[in-house]
Antibody, heavy 120, light 103 residues
């Protein structure tokens, strides 16, 4: 199993970025996926999750209305469109795979993360 | 909203010590609690899921227990590679983390 994030970088406040998470080694369409972020020196914060089909999406209050999660099961890829970015969105963004149902809500595989810096 | 509170937030221990980290939920939660280990500059690694089930490949010195509002992660004999930060998680919630450092 491999998850590889890309698309991070430096962006000005109010700007946009789209993160991608390219996956391999498992049947992508069978698993829910999530984005988790970690601000410098801080703990983990769940950002957004999406169902297997993409029909259901969930967001933390801190990003609701600004971020959009999506997936392309034909490309085994997860996305996070981030608009109206703020300084407090500065963090390493990880994509993570939901485990099988017996795992409860645990995330069994994670990408290496991509850094997003929001600064003028 | 349900909050997950870990204690302690910082722990200093020696190799060979038995270490216990607690995760308390502000309301009763199901047993879908997971524990992760994170080392500096690395992604979190799943250790325990469903409160007490060891993830494949994780050493047996790690164990989890608990139900309702109180859950624990125990390392029976701390090894040098275990010095890291540990997080509990349930659904869209993470605990604040426990940093385990060398005494």
């Amino acid at each position: 199993v491999q998850l590889l994030e890309s698309g991070g970088g430096l962006v000005q406040p109010g700007g946009s970025l789209r993160l991608s998470c390219t996956t391999s080694g498992f049947i992508f369409s069978n698993y829910a996926m999530t984005w988790v972020r970690q601000a410098p020196g801080k703990g983990l914060e769940w950002v957004s999750g999406i169902s297997t089909s993409g029909g259901s999406a969930y967001y933390a209050d801190s990003v609701k209305g600004r971020f959009t999660i999506s997936r392309d099961n034909s490309k085994n890829t997860l996305y996070l469109q981030m608009n109206s970015l703020r300084a407090e969105d500065t963090a390493v963004y990880y994509c993570a795979k939901a485990g099988p149902p017996t795992f409860g809500s645990a995330f069994d595989f994670w990408g290496q993360g991509t850094m997003v810096t929001v600064s003028s | 909203d349900i909050q997950l509170t870990q204690s302690p937030s910082f722990l200093s221990a020696s190799v060979g010590d038995r270490v216990t980290i607690t995760c308390r939920a502000s309301q009763g939660i199901n047993s879908y609690l997971a524990w992760y280990q994170q080392k500096p500059g690395k992604a979190p690694k799943l250790l325990i899921y469903a409160a007490s089930t060891l993830q494949s490949g994780v050493p047996s010195r790690f164990s989890g227990s608990g139900s309702g509002t109180e859950f624990t992660l125990t390392i029976s004999s701390l090894q040098p590679e275990d010095f890291a930060t540990y997080y509990c998680q349930e659904l869209n919630r993470f605990g604040g983390g426990t940093k385990v450092e060398i005494k």
